[in-house]
Nanobody, 117 residues
Framework: QVQLQESGPGLVKPSQMLSLTCTVSGGSITTSYYAWSWIRQPPGKGLEWMGAIAYDGSTYYNPSLKSRTSISRDNAKNTVYLQMNSLKPEDTALYYC?????????WGQGTQVTVSS
Protein backbone atom coordinates (compact mmCIF):
# COMPACT_ATOMS: atom_id res chain seq x y z
CA GLN A 1 0.00 0.00 0.00
CA VAL A 2 1.42 3.35 -1.05
CA GLN A 3 1.75 5.86 1.76
CA LEU A 4 2.60 9.55 1.50
CA GLN A 5 3.99 11.74 4.26
CA GLU A 6 4.31 15.49 3.91
CA SER A 7 6.68 17.62 5.93
CA GLY A 8 7.45 21.29 5.98
CA PRO A 9 8.24 24.35 8.10
CA GLY A 10 4.75 25.13 9.38
CA LEU A 11 5.25 28.90 9.55
CA VAL A 12 6.68 31.01 6.76
CA LYS A 13 7.05 34.77 6.52
CA PRO A 14 5.49 36.71 3.64
CA SER A 15 7.70 37.00 0.55
CA GLN A 16 9.76 33.97 1.61
CA MET A 17 9.98 30.62 -0.14
CA LEU A 18 8.11 27.51 0.93
CA SER A 19 9.68 24.10 0.61
CA LEU A 20 7.63 20.97 1.29
CA THR A 21 8.68 17.35 1.13
CA CYS A 22 6.55 14.32 0.33
CA THR A 23 8.15 11.03 1.27
CA VAL A 24 6.59 8.07 -0.51
CA SER A 25 6.71 4.52 0.81
CA GLY A 26 5.24 1.27 -0.42
CA GLY A 27 5.81 2.10 -4.08
CA SER A 28 8.26 3.83 -6.38
CA ILE A 29 7.62 7.34 -7.61
CA THR A 30 8.97 6.25 -11.00
CA THR A 31 6.45 3.43 -11.45
CA SER A 32 4.99 3.71 -14.92
CA TYR A 33 1.97 5.94 -15.25
CA TYR A 34 2.05 7.10 -11.63
CA ALA A 35 1.90 10.83 -10.97
CA TRP A 36 2.28 12.79 -7.77
CA SER A 37 0.39 16.00 -7.14
CA TRP A 38 0.26 18.76 -4.61
CA ILE A 39 -3.15 19.99 -3.55
CA ARG A 40 -3.94 22.65 -0.99
CA GLN A 41 -6.96 23.78 0.95
CA PRO A 42 -7.08 27.27 2.46
CA PRO A 43 -9.16 27.64 5.62
CA GLY A 44 -12.85 27.70 4.79
CA LYS A 45 -12.23 27.14 1.07
CA GLY A 46 -12.16 24.30 -1.40
CA LEU A 47 -9.33 22.17 -2.70
CA GLU A 48 -6.91 23.65 -5.22
CA TRP A 49 -4.71 21.45 -7.40
CA MET A 50 -1.28 23.04 -7.60
CA GLY A 51 0.67 20.80 -9.90
CA ALA A 52 2.12 17.36 -10.45
CA ILE A 53 5.17 15.41 -11.47
CA ALA A 54 4.72 12.22 -13.46
CA TYR A 55 6.62 8.93 -13.41
CA ASP A 56 8.79 10.11 -16.31
CA GLY A 57 9.63 13.45 -14.70
CA SER A 58 7.15 15.50 -16.70
CA THR A 59 5.66 18.35 -14.71
CA TYR A 60 2.24 19.98 -14.86
CA TYR A 61 1.14 23.15 -13.14
CA ASN A 62 -1.99 25.09 -12.30
CA PRO A 63 -1.66 28.11 -14.60
CA SER A 64 -2.62 30.44 -11.78
CA LEU A 65 0.34 29.23 -9.66
CA LYS A 66 2.86 28.26 -12.32
CA SER A 67 4.97 31.39 -12.05
CA ARG A 68 5.61 30.78 -8.33
CA THR A 69 5.66 26.97 -8.12
CA SER A 70 8.17 24.25 -8.84
CA ILE A 71 7.72 20.51 -8.34
CA SER A 72 10.71 18.19 -8.41
CA ARG A 73 11.76 14.77 -7.18
CA ASP A 74 14.66 12.70 -5.90
CA ASN A 75 14.32 9.18 -7.25
CA ALA A 76 16.93 7.76 -4.90
CA LYS A 77 15.05 9.08 -1.88
CA ASN A 78 11.62 8.30 -3.38
CA THR A 79 10.65 11.85 -2.51
CA VAL A 80 8.70 14.60 -4.23
CA TYR A 81 9.22 18.28 -3.47
CA LEU A 82 7.17 21.44 -3.74
CA GLN A 83 8.75 24.86 -3.81
CA MET A 84 6.72 28.02 -3.90
CA ASN A 85 8.19 31.50 -3.81
CA SER A 86 6.91 34.96 -2.93
CA LEU A 87 4.51 33.61 -0.36
CA LYS A 88 1.48 35.66 0.64
CA PRO A 89 -0.89 35.34 3.60
CA GLU A 90 -3.48 33.88 1.23
CA ASP A 91 -1.13 30.94 0.64
CA THR A 92 -1.97 29.82 4.16
CA ALA A 93 -3.47 26.37 3.74
CA LEU A 94 -3.31 22.67 4.46
CA TYR A 95 -1.01 21.22 1.82
CA TYR A 96 -1.48 17.65 0.66
CA CYS A 97 0.71 15.32 -1.35
CA UNK A 98 -1.44 12.92 -3.38
CA UNK A 99 -0.96 10.06 -5.80
CA UNK A 100 -2.49 10.82 -9.15
CA UNK A 101 -3.13 13.77 -11.38
CA UNK A 102 -6.43 13.41 -13.21
CA UNK A 103 -7.66 10.79 -10.74
CA UNK A 104 -6.58 10.89 -7.12
CA UNK A 105 -5.73 7.48 -5.73
CA UNK A 106 -4.27 8.31 -2.34
CA TRP A 107 -3.66 11.17 0.06
CA GLY A 108 -1.08 12.11 2.59
CA GLN A 109 -2.30 13.43 5.91
CA GLY A 110 -1.42 17.00 4.95
CA THR A 111 0.84 19.60 6.45
CA GLN A 112 -0.30 23.00 7.64
CA VAL A 113 1.47 26.04 6.26
CA THR A 114 0.79 29.45 7.77
CA VAL A 115 2.12 32.58 6.09
CA SER A 116 2.48 35.31 8.67
CA SER A 117 5.00 37.83 9.87
Amino acid sequence: QVQLQESGPGLVKPSQMLSLTCTVSGGSITTSYYAWSWIRQPPGKGLEWMGAIAYDGSTYYNPSLKSRTSISRDNAKNTVYLQMNSLKPEDTALYYCVRGRLTIMGWGQGTQVTVSS
